[in-house]
């Protein structure tokens, strides 16, 4: 588990690894959600970058039979 710490100007810095891991870059953009007491920063991935991300997925819906 990584730690960083809050700057006297409220920042974070997130280690390399991290970034190197999840690709981010200078300029990225990231989404911050909070839940309770915890932060999540999710990167917000252009439209464009999940094109194919699905592909080959199982898209067939088992239904009820009333739901036909």
Not at 58 to 63: G, K, L
Request: no cysteine; proline share 4%.
């Amino acid at each position: 588990m990584k730690t960083v710490t809050i700057s006297s100007k409220y920042q974070v810095v997130i280690p390399k690894e991290i970034r190197e891991t999840i690709g981010l870059h200078v300029g990225a953009k990231l989404e911050v959600i909070t839940y309770g007491s915890r932060i999540e920063l999710v990167p917000i991935v252009p439209m464009r970058k999940l094109k194919g991300a699905f592909k080959g997925i199982n898209t067939d819906i088992q239904r009820e039979e009333d739901r036909l």
